[in-house]
């Protein structure tokens, strides 16, 4: 007999409750929706060859949607019986009736498309097919050669394996399906030497974040990154500070993913342009006129929202209203064309937007957010990049950031630099930092590395909302060269 995961096995479970009361109250509004999230996350976190924390978190419920008269209302329920649905719907209604006292907007159907579909997240093996036993195997293998010598205080191999469900069901017609399978994995070592500590990671805090089956554990691979990672970490530790100067800068994909999340993602969320995050999130200094029209960077910049790439953290085929996902271009040719706003956003600013209305879980009404949000390559190999620079610095893996509410202002500290001098690099630097202006920083892009050298990274813990909600975006980049760029140590 085939056993299925919990992942598997609570929607099934409650699959034929689930249509059984979406038909029951399908004409009791103008409109209603029913969604069913499942989501297991076996989160594992090995310190220096011992078990530091392990556990398995099972979450499903149901969240309802309706609409009366164009006012939206919700109501959610991890109380998967019918006197559960019943009080989500009533809860669904009553909020309906008190938000058309305060109406932003009187929304009609278009907000809502019928879509129908499946969609399953790229995978060769499903990670229900990994037991605790082999993941906890390959943490504990990465960690020890993380611990290269004493020097080494913490060796930290991470990884969250993700296997989410979505079930979407609506009085419009929509019926649709999405299986993810996601890994966020992170390595890290720091390094003491009497008063100096430094910490060098794979890839930043945030380490890998994909949509991948169980073949993302390859322990060749991960070992060989793991010893490049514990090498960086004790060179720092006799490394010089980063200077204090305006220079060229290179980012590196794994610093990239955080200037795009931050100066490019949150700034052009038609929501907070409207005002409905000031409170929390903050505002953007992009106005509903830019789009069209301002000039956000150099001619270079070419930004897209893809919801469509392969193995990227934020891929689907339909918002969690039902739009189907495509590719986008926000910034073209360094103007701005379009903004992060879902169906509802779009109609109220009538402003271009995207299929983008998502939730952190069944208990959170879907918002504006980023998915993928991805800068294209240029035409540089990063020889040929790092051969144009007379003097400046190569910045990778993010370590620390800071950006204003309107987004404009920033700065952000990296793990390691290397120096660069007369188009070679000359050695390793320590604490080095950045700071710009959101337009006049991306109006100073020069050259970006071709789409081959292109690197995906994302965070699990993107932040917004009222109530909060901490929602997984993907970033692709490739390295990019800034001119005159100011720059400081720790
Ligand atoms: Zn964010």
């Known amino acids: 007999m085939q056993t299925l995961s919990l992942s598997q096995e609570l929607p099934k479970r409650f699959g034929s409750l689930f249509e059984q009361q979406f038909n029951h109250y399908k004409n009791k509004a103008d409109f209603v929706a029913f969604k069913m999230i499942s989501e297991t996350t076996r989160d594992f976190t090995v310190r220096n060859g011992k078990p530091d924390m392990m556990h398995t978190f ?8 309706i609409m009366k008269d164009g006012h939206i209302g919700y109501g959610a329920t991890c109380e998967l019986t019918p006197d559960g649905i019943a009080k989500a719907f009533a809860a669904a209604e009553k909020m309906t009736g008190v938000s058309s006292k305060y109406p932003v907007a009187k929304f009609d159907m278009s907000v809502r498309p019928k879509s ?29 050669k ?45 390094a003491q030497d009497g008063a100096e500590t430094q910490t060098r990671s794979l890839h930043g805090g945030r380490g890998i974040c994909l949509q991948i089956g169980s073949e993302f554990f390859d322990i060749d691979r991960t070992l060989a990154e793991c010893e490049q990672t514990s090498a960086e970490a004790l060179e720092l530790l006799t490394a010089p500070n980063c200077p204090t100067e305006t220079c060229d800068v290179i980012l590196a994909p794994d ?47 070419n930004v897209v929202f893809d919801p469509t790439a392969s193995n990227e953290m934020a891929s689907y085929a339909f918002d969690e209203v039902g739009n189907p996902a495509e590719r986008k271009y926000l910034i073209k040719d360094g103007i701005l064309q379009a903004g992060l706003g879902s169906l509802e956003s779009q109609y109220r600013s009538q402003i271009s937007g995207v299929a983008n209305s998502r939730s952190s879980s069944w208990n959170r009404a879907p918002i504006d957010r980023m998915a993928n949000i991805n800068l294209e390559g240029g035409s540089h190999s990063l020889e040929q990049m790092i051969s144009e620079v007379e003097n400046g610095v190569i910045m990778y893996a993010n370590r620390s950031w800071s950006i204003d509410d309107y987004r404009r202002k920033f ?48 965070s699990p813990y993107c932040g917004k909302g009222e109530p909060s909600q901490v929602i997984r975006v993907g970033h692709s980049s490739p390295y990019a060269l800034f001119n005159n760029i100011e720059i400081f140590g720790g």
């Open 58 to 65: 099972h979450d499903i419920g149901v969240l309802i949607e």
């Open 116 to 144: 129908i579909g499946q969609f399953k997240s790229q995978r060769q093996t499903g990670l229900d097919q990994l037991s605790a036993a082999q993941i906890y195997d390959f943490l504990k293998k990465t960690s020890l």
């Open 146 to 190: 993380l611990k290269v010598n004493d020097k080494i205080i913490t060796a930290s191999a991470e990884a969250m394996v993700i296997e989410c469900r979505q079930k979407y069901m609506s009085s419009q017609g929509a019926n649709f399906e999405q299986d993810f399978n996601i890994i966020v994995s992170a390595f890290s070592a720091t």
């Open 255 to 301: 610093q990239m993913l955080l200037q795009i999340h931050e100066s490019i993602g949150h700034p052009l969320e038609l929501d907070r342009i409207l005002g409905d995050e000031r409170n929390f999130a903050g505002w953007s200094f992009v106005q509903p006129q830019d789009f069209g029209s301002l000039e956000y960077g150099s001619k270079i910049m």
């Open 411 to 458: 700065q952000f500290g990296c793990e390691i630099a290397k120096q660069v001098k007369n188009g070679k690099v000359v050695g390793t630097l320590k604490n080095p930092n950045y700071r710009g202006i959101t337009v006049p920083f991306w109006k100073s892009l020069k050259a970006l590395t071709a789409n081959n050298t292109v690197e995906t990274y994302g």
